[in-house]
């Protein structure tokens, strides 16, 4: 089952990623400033998985990713692909599975790293 995890980036905005069934992430999406916001919009994601359009672009390298966009605006971007038709599989995931995905919010989390 895909996973929408909440995290806090080093800038101490939030994120959203949408992770595989496998662990994978395959978008994260735009920050934002309050955790809030980030929970509304990861929610109703979820609810629009299917409805959204997902815009295809090649990098200068010759990766593969797309964008996740609603209401023509932009939500996340994925990670970049090596073929086409991985970009085409991480979106069927999206479709398949985003709306089950399960919502985990680690962005509390406090961790502390011990030699």
């Known amino acids: ?32 400033e309050l955790r809030m916001d980030c929970e509304a919009d990861a929610e109703r994601l979820k609810l629009l998985f299917e409805s959204c359009s997902y815009v295809k672009f090649k990098t200068t390298k010759g990766k593969f990713f797309f964008r996740v966009v609603v209401d023509g605006v932009v939500i996340a971007t994925s990670r970049k692909y090596s073929t086409e038709l991985m970009v085409q599989k991480g979106i069927a995931e999206i479709v398949k599975y985003g709306s089950k995905a399960e919502i985990l919010d680690f962005s509390n989390n406090d961790f502390t790293f011990t030699d």
């Open 1 to 32: 089952m895909a996973s929408l995890v909440i995290t806090k980036r080093f800038s101490g905005d939030y994120k959203f990623e949408l992770t595989s069934r496998k662990g994978k992430t395959i978008f994260t999406s735009n920050p934002y």
